[in-house]
């Protein structure tokens, strides 16, 4: 199973990845900015594993960039307490 199929592994992956960022002195505007970069790919190339990923899918598709933005930011702030740290 892949990573994106399951929400709660999704996270918990997500969490280790900003966990390294911030541990390798990436400030949050630059992990904010990363995130945005992230949530374009994946809108782009992706399609949703599970309902979660859906909602964030179509809510992406249609919000401005600055929407985007703060969707990215929102992502962050869920994930920064997941992962194995």
């Known amino acids: 199973m892949s990573v994106l199929e399951n929400w709660d ?22 992990i904010t900015s990363l995130a945005s ?7 782009d190339h992706v399609d949703p594993k599970n309902e979660q990923q859906r909602v964030l899918s179509d809510l992406w598709s249609v919000a401005s960039e600055e929407e ?17 740290k």
Do not use: C, P
């Not at 996270?11 to 911030?22: E, P, S, V």
């Not at 970069?37 to 809108?43: F, N, Q, S, T």
């Open 9 to 30: 592994q999704w996270k918990n992956f997500l969490g280790d990845r900003l966990h390294q960022a911030k541990d390798q002195g990436m400030s949050q505007d630059s």
């Open 68 to 84: 985007q933005k703060a969707i990215a930011s929102v992502m962050v702030k869920l994930v920064q307490n997941n992962g194995t």
């Open 37 to 43: 970069e992230v949530g374009d790919y994946l809108a």
